[in-house]
């Protein structure tokens, strides 16, 4: 089935820490995440969990949530409870607030220390959740930093604060924190990932923060995160678009792909047109990539605009459909299996592909 590329990539060692019903870290799969986009109240946990059931579909792992008042504790409870990912949830300057999701059941809390004020606040959390058990990110931005590290380039400073809250959680004995920092910059991003990375066991939550539309965000996203998880590091990844989820997670899934770590799911290939096409390889696209995407097998599908190159580029694909002459070609590993109407095709290629599941 789909030819999965082998980077070799040694995993770095860490602790593992068990959240809800995966693991983070060490040798466990790469999870895939996103964030919910959006304010959620009662009467839309029903859409919600249906919307996180797709999610899982393209590869998701872990849903986060914004958890801002009194009332989004409860709902977070319930979406914990019914949801068919781990859920995780957000928290900024009221401790109170993650004492709440944690006792609601989050599988996850997301603090940074930084925004939630006196250490004692964090002291407190860190004690529910050893108690519940629930797992903590220690997720720090390079715009919200201790000023005692204001002189630090903001990678370093990222790492300094890091290094000092984690000392709060290792002298409170919770050993089950994934750490984060993240810049806008990918570089930075890069570099303070690395740094921390290599001087302690902590899983790690790699993403570039306000990463922009899709274009920019995926550029930036590669960039930092193949760096980091082509060196082992990298337990957790979220790619953040000012677009969709979906579109979260199938780049998150397609950078996992591009450096050998997704377990499962489909590559497409498909050229980019020309004036020899007899096939449109963009309507194609448009109609079904998100459907494919959505496929959990390791398989390789091409959508090729003719057989010039076509066949041959694409002869290793599972299967794979092309246009010739006034009619449009199903192959598999390169050999013909069908030759029918351009009206016919696409039901040709999903009885054809419906075979390989
Ligand atoms: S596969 Fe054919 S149509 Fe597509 S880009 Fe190559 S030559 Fe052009």
Redesign the pocket.
């Known amino acids: 089935m789909g030819e999965q590329r082998n980077m070799n990539i040694t995993r770095r060692s860490t602790r593992r820490v068990p959240v809800g019903g995966i693991i983070i870290g060490s040798d466990a799969p790469v999870a895939v995440q996103t964030m919910w986009d959006r304010l959620v109240t009662k009467d839309d946990v029903d859409s919600v969990l249906k919307e996180i059931a797709l999610l899982k579909e393209y590869g998701c792992s872990l849903i986060r949530f914004t958890v801002a008042s009194d009332e989004d504790v409860p709902i977070i409870g319930e979406i914990a409870r019914k949801s068919p990912m781990p859920v995780v949830a957000d928290i900024h300057y009221r401790h109170t607030l993650a004492l709440g999701a944690i006792a609601e059941g989050v599988h996850k809390i997301r603090i940074n220390p930084g925004t939630i004020g006196p250490a004692w606040k964090t002291r407190e959390i860190i004690k529910a959740a050893k108690d519940a058990p629930c797992a903590i990110r220690l997720g720090l931005n390079g715009g919200s930093l201790p000023k005692e590290f204001s002189s630090l380039e903001s990678g370093e400073a990222m790492v300094a604060s890091a290094l000092m809250y984690a000392d709060i959680f290792e002298q409170e004995g919770f050993p089950d924190v994934i750490v984060s920092l993240k810049s806008s910059d990918p570089e930075v991003t890069r570099r303070a990932s690395e740094s921390f990375a290599l001087q302690t066991d902590y899983p790690m939550h790699l993403g570039v923060t306000e990463a922009g539309p899709l274009i920019p965000s995926v550029v930036k996203s590669t960039y930092a995160l193949t760096r980091l998880l082509e060196q082992g590091i990298g337990d957790t990844i979220r790619v953040s678009i000012s677009g969709s989820l979906q579109e979260e997670v199938i780049t998150g899934m397609e950078i996992l792909r591009t450096v050998g770590l997704a377990e499962q799911g489909v590559q497409i290939i498909s050229?980019?047109?020309?004036?020899?096409?007899r096939f449109d390889?963009h309507q194609f696209m448009i109609k079904h990539e998100q459907k494919l995407h959505r496929i959990r097998k390791s398989l390789t599908i091409a959508c090729?605009?003719?057989p010039?190159?076509?066949i041959n580029?694409a002869r290793h694909a599972d299967i794979g459909i092309?246009g010739s002459g006034n009619r449009v070609i199903i192959f598999k590993k390169g050999e013909i299996v069908r030759e029918v109407t351009p009206e016919e095709a696409e039901d040709a290629f999903f009885e054809e592909l419906e075979t390989l599941l």
Do not use: I, L, Q, S
């Open positions: 050229c980019p047109k020309c004036g020899r096409a390889t090729m605009g003719c010039v190159n076509g580029e092309t």
